[in-house]
Each structure stands twice: as C-alpha cells, then as structure tokens.
Nanobody, 115 residues
C-alpha cells in the first residue's frame, strides 16, 4: 500500500514553468513505476509521463521536450518539471503508482495556464 500527496500546482501564464511534487509514503526504491496523469474538464484522464525503477522515462507526445519527470529517493518524491506551459496543459494533475495489482492515486493538484 502507498499514499501519494501531490503539490506544486497553481496559476501560471503561458510560457511559464511549474514543478509538481508527489510525495510517497514508502520508499520509491520499492516502486517499479511512478507516473503523472492529467484530466482536463470534459476529457478523459491521460498519461503525461512515467518513470521506472531502472531509470527509463516515457512522455506523452504533447509534452515531450517541455516536461521532465524525475525522482529523489532520499525524499521519496517524484517531480514533474513543466516548462513552456501552454493553455492546453490546464488540468488536474495526478500522481499514480501501480503496486501489487492495485492502482494508487493522489488527490490531484490543479494547474491552470492563462493565455
């Protein structure tokens, strides 16, 4: 079992940056996959980025080159650095961990990008 707490969302102008944090209640070294998803109003939740325990990463095409996912095992935290933000990045961002056949989600953090 794992609890996830996101933070770092907010309101930013287009072209700006934000860094989201996802603090896990257990060591992330014991977690094979951690990811960020987002859900905009009226749309389905979509994958933004994932990172694996062997260091590999995967990004949605819409955020490649702008977003970076990383982890700090000392803080049991995964980050999502978001640069060159666009209005279409506006959404609630969720941290996700699949673990022992269960899907764990954080409460979400709102990101709003104004044009």
């Amino acid at each position: 079992q794992v609890q996830l707490v996101e933070s770092g969302g907010g309101l930013v102008q287009a072209g700006g940056s934000l860094r989201l944090s996802c603090a896990a209640s257990r060591t992330i070294l014991s977690i094979n996959v951690m990811g960020w998803y987002r859900q905009a109003p009226g749309k389905q939740r979509e994958l933004v980025a994932i990172t694996t325990s062997n260091g590999s990463t995967h990004y949605a095409d819409s955020v490649k080159g702008r977003f970076t996912i990383s982890g700090d095992s000392a803080k049991n935290t995964v980050y999502l650095q978001m640069n060159s933000l666009k209005p279409e990045d506006t959404a609630v961002y969720y941290c996700h961990v699949p673990l022992y056949g269960q899907n764990y989600w954080g409460q979400g953090t709102q990101v709003t990008v104004s044009s």
